[in-house]
Antibody
Framework: EAQLVESGGGLVQPGGSLRLSCAASGFTFSSYWMSWVRQAPGKGLEWVANIKEDGSEKYYVDSVKGRFTISRDNAKNSLYLQMNSLRAEDTAVYYC?????????????WGQGILVTVSS | DIVMTQSPDSLAVSLGERATINCKSSQSVLYSSNNKNYLAWYQQKPGQPPKLLIYWASTRESGVPDRFSGSGSGTDFTLTISSLQAEDVAVYYCQQYYNTAMYTFGQGTKLEIK
């Protein structure tokens, strides 16, 4: 069964940087689009970014454009989110999720999430 | 951007009764070439990641109890739980995946036991 495990979260000061990783197993990682979704404390879900199977297409929510970069290493079965110029409003649990081609793009597997706290 | 609006924000239903959650998109998520609605429903319990319940607006994910059903087309969708069980207490989200470049979720509906 597919499994996704996020790492790299923690406490960072405003203006700082952090790199999240997501280790994938149990499926052919290179055959799937992948997503990052976040959830601020006590709030709803917010899609952050998508990346195509080969990394050739990347899309972002407006609030992170120019600050966050999604990337992947198919040889390592890993997804990344480089977060720069972090703001307090970026504080959230960040989930990586698999985009199901079979279902047209619904997110069929999710990691447990990793907390990012932006605070001085 | 496609804006997803759920109603109500919260809902209290007695055990064994029907629960209905609505989701409206600001533009159609029906793809005319395949006649499919690019709309999913997720369930999130406290401290857990979201779980996919329904895709294509009305297809249950494998393992999801048949008391969960999705309906609707175009811009108006509904998630129905036919007979509420205690384990169904959760927050439910709709999501459009019509636009790969910009996924959006509804704000969530919190479902509780009356």
């Amino acid at each position: 069964e597919a499994q996704l495990v996020e790492s790299g979260g923690g406490l960072v000061q405003p203006g700082g940087s952090l790199r999240l990783s997501c280790a994938a197993s149990g499926f052919t990682f290179s055959s799937y689009w992948m997503s990052w979704v976040r959830q601020a404390p006590g709030k709803g879900l917010e899609w952050v970014a998508n990346i195509k199977e080969d990394g050739s297409e990347k899309y972002y929510v407006d609030s992170v454009k120019g600050r966050f970069t999604i990337s992947r290493d198919n040889a390592k079965n890993s997804l990344y989110l480089q977060m720069n110029s972090l703001r307090a409003e970026d504080t959230a649990v960040y989930y990586c999720a698999r985009v199901s081609e079979k279902y047209g793009g619904a997110l069929d597997y999710w990691g447990q999430g990793i907390l990012v706290t932006v605070s001085s | 951007d496609i804006v997803m609006t759920q109603s109500p924000d919260s809902l209290a239903v007695s055990l064994g009764e029907r629960a209905t959650i609505n989701c409206k998109s600001s533009q159609s998520v029906l793809y005319s070439s395949n006649n499919k609605n690019y709309l999913a429903w997720y369930q999130q319990k406290p401290g857990q990641p979201p779980k996919l319940l329904i895709y294509w607006a009305s297809t249950r994910e494998s393992g999801v109890p048949d008391r969960f059903s999705g309906s609707g087309s175009g811009t108006d969708f509904t998630l129905t739980i036919s007979s509420l069980q205690a384990e169904d207490v959760a927050v439910y989200y709709c999501q459009q995946y019509y636009n790969t470049a910009m996924y959006t979720f509804g704000q969530g509906t919190k479902l509780e036991i009356k």
